[in-house]
């Protein structure tokens, strides 16, 4: 419905005062949130290359994830050695194992 024209839908309403009228519509939720993320007619993307960088996107990758295994391996040595240094010598006992059979466990599930 263009703005001016008649609605003869129930939502709108039709009110007469002082011969001026007056539209009343309902207003979506959301409506001016998704106009904002349409892209607009004739837009296009284009690179700036005729090919993506995949080889620097793999380096970035593989980076990442040594990265993060790294931290992970480091975290759980931490754990270790804070549970054999700062606690009793069976809960040092007890946490090694229980990240032992944890270990263990993960490989056993990714094979």
């Known amino acids: ?9 129930r939502l709108h309403h039709h009110e007469t005062h002082n011969e ?6 309902p207003i979506l939720p959301f409506q001016a ?3 904002l993320f349409q892209i607009p007619a004739g837009f296009q993307v284009h690179s700036r290359t005729s090919t993506p960088p995949l080889d ?3 380096k970035c ?3 990442t994830l040594a990265l993060s295994s790294v931290g992970f391996i480091s975290a759980l040595l931490g754990i270790t050695a804070y549970s054999w240094l700062g606690l009793q010598q069976n809960v040092g006992i007890f946490t090694t194992g229980c ?4 270990i263990v466990a993960s490989v056993w599930a990714m094979i």
């Open 1 to 9: 419905m263009e703005l001016g024209e008649r609605s003869t839908s």
């Open 20 to 25: 001026k009228h007056l539209h009343l519509r």
């Open 33 to 35: 949130v998704t106009s």
């Open 56 to 58: 620097l996107l793999k």
């Open 61 to 63: 990758f593989y980076t």
């Open 99 to 102: 990240l032992g059979v944890s």
